[in-house]
């Protein structure tokens, strides 16, 4: 039997939205009887490959996110936006009301504690963003589970029904978005 391929990946995340998908426990069983990991934090795999579903944590806050992000919208046929973080940005988006200049002077010149004060400028490094983004405002995105984290009975769910082939809805009961 050809299971399903599902890669996952954190962005500007904190993987508490994993840690809610592996709070499904047992139930994973049954789900891996029917798919299996591509890239993920789950797995060693380095580069999203062709996969039936993408599930993306976290918003977009630096130039890596945005690659990682499109090469999961170029190899995943359904794409979905997964906790707050990539549905509207989240908590990061908080710093959306400051000048990113002065975020990174407060932290790494002027903060507590810091000695050696410099900015950090290795070009290893990725460029964070002017402001932290939702996904969709990067790729277009086909479903999008909501909460901080999303639980584990809604991954349940939307497992089932993708892959299953029906049409993924959430019931009421199981919306929430904290
Ligand atoms: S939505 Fe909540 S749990 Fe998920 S990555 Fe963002 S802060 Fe963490």
């Known amino acids: 039997m050809t299971r399903i391929r599902i890669a996952t990946t954190s962005l500007a995340g904190c993987f508490g939205c994993h840690m809610s998908l592996l709070d499904m426990d047992e139930r994973l069983v049954s ?20 996969c039936d579903i993408g599930l993306v944590e976290g ?61 950090p400028n290795d070009a290893e490094l990725p460029l964070l963003l002017d402001k932290v983004y939702p996904i969709h405002e990067v790729v277009q995105v086909d479903f999008y589970l909501p909460g901080c984290p999303p639980s584990a009975d809604q991954f349940f769910r939307m497992f089932n029904d993708l892959i299953s082939g029906n049409e993924f809805s959430l019931p009421r009961k199981l919306l929430h978005f904290d």
């Open 59 to 119: 918003g977009i806050c630096n130039e890596e996110n945005v690659h990682v992000l499109r090469e999961f919208r170029k190899n995943c046929k359904i794409l979905i936006a997964v906790g707050a973080c990539a549905i509207n940005g989240g908590v990061p988006a908080l710093r959306n009301s400051f000048q990113l200049r002065a975020c990174l002077e407060e932290v790494y010149l002027h903060g507590e504690g810091v000695e050696n004060p410099q900015i």
């Open 31 to 50: 789900i891996l009887e029917k798919a299996e990991f591509d890239r993920s934090p789950f797995t060693d795999i380095k580069h999203c490959g062709s």
